[in-house]
C-alpha cells in the first residue's frame, strides 16, 4: 500500500506539519494502525477508506499518535484531503467520518483546503497552581477547551513571550488531558497574522506539536471575540512553523491552509 508523508499548514517542504496519510480499503486492527503510527514517528497519522455511496460522509477517518488514537486532527485531515485531491482518488468537498463527527474538506482556487470543524466550547477557569512554574512565564488567563479538544488555554503577555517559552513539558502534562496552548496578540499585524501559538501536548507524547489544527478551534473563538473580527491568521510558532486562517461561524470554525507531499513510497509490513 502506498505511504505518503504529508506537510499540512504549509505551502513548501520542510515546514508546517508533517503527517503519515494510508488511504486503505478497510481499517485493520488497532494494533496495526498502532505499529505503524509508530514507526512513521510524526505527531500524527491518518487512515482512511472509502465508504459506501449514499451516505453522510465519503471516507472514515482516524488519527493516532505515536502512542495513541486521538478524537480530532487538523492538520492530518488537512494533509489526508490533500492527498485524495491530488491523487484523484476523491474530486470536490470530501466528508470524512471521524469520532468527532462529520468533519468536511474543501479545495480553494489557490490551491488551499478549508476544513470544517467544530468550535471548541471556552470555560474560563483559574489559573492553575505550578502551571506559571511549568511554563516559564505568568499567564493572564487561562481557559478550558472542553472534552474534545482537551487543552488549558493560556493568554501570554505578548508574542515575544510565547517565543521564548522552554517549558518543562513533563510538568505541563498534569495541568489539562491533552496539553497546553500559550498564545498571545501578534505584536505586529502587518506581517501577515493576528495572534501567536505555541502547543505542548505531552500527554499524548507530543512534546511541542508543529502546528495544530484543532488547537485553533479555541484560539479562533478566543481572539475573535478580542479582536472582534470572525477571520483571523494565527501562526503556530514551533520551529517549523506554519500558518492556519481561521473563520469564526457560531459553533463550527473554519480552518484554511496548503499541503505538500514531501515523501512517497510503498509500506510492506
Known amino acids: 500500500m502506498r505511504i505518503r508523508i504529508v506537510d499540512a499548514f504549509t505551502d513548501r517542504p520542510f515546514a508546517g506539519n508533517p503527517a ?32 459506501p ?18 478524537a480530532l486532527c487538523g492538520h492530518a485531515t488537512l494533509a489526508t484531503a490533500h492527498v485524495l485531491h491530488t491523487t484523484g482518488a476523491h474530486e470536490g468537498p470530501v466528508r470524512f467520518a471521524t469520532r468527532s463527527g462529520v468533519l468536511s474538506a474543501a479545495p480553494r482556487d489557490d490551491g488551499s483546503i478549508t476544513l470544517d470543524f467544530p468550535t471548541a466550547p471556552l470555560t474560563p477557569v483559574e489559573i492553575p497552581d505550578g502551571v506559571a512554574e511549568a511554563l516559564g512565564a505568568q499567564p493572564h ?5 472542553g472534552p474534545s479538544v482537551g487543552d488549558l488555554v493560556l493568554e501570554l503577555a505578548d508574542e515575544k513571550t510565547v517565543l521564548g517559552l522552554a517549558p518543562d ?3 505541563l502534562a498534569r495541568h ?4 497546553v496552548i500559550a498564545t498571545a496578540r501578534a505584536e505586529d499585524p502587518s506581517r501577515g497574522y493576528d495572534f501567536v501559538s505555541r502547543c505542548f501536548f505531552p500527554n499524548v507524547g507530543i512534546d511541542e506539536d508543529p502546528v495544530t489544527g484543532s488547537a485553533h478551534t479555541a484560539l479562533a473563538p478566543y481572539w475573535s471575540e478580542r479582536l472582534g473580527r470572525p477571520d483571523l491568521t494565527g501562526l503556530q510558532a514551533s520551529p517549523r512553523s506554519g500558518r492556519v486562517r481561521t473563520e469564526l461561524r457560531g459553533d463550527r470554525t473554519l480552518l484554511t491552509g ?12
Request: proline share 4%.
Open 20 to 51: 503519515g496519510v494510508l488511504l486503505l480499503d478497510s481499517f485493520p486492527d488497532d494494533d496495526w494502525l498502532q505499529k505503524v503510527a509508530r514507526e512513521v514517528n510524526h505527531a500524527e497519522t491518518a487512515f482512511a477508506h472509502r465508504l
Open 53 to 70: 455511496e449514499g451516505g453522510k460522509a465519503h471516507w472514515a477517518l482516524r488519527w493516532f499518535t505515536p502512542t495513541t488514537e486521538v
Open 141 to 145: 488567563a487561562a481557559v478550558d477547551t
Open 169 to 171: 513539558v513533563r510538568a
Open 176 to 179: 489539562s488531558p491533552r496539553g
Open 258 to 269: 496548503h499541503a505538500v507531499i514531501v515523501i512517497e513510497g510503498e509500506l510492506l509490513a
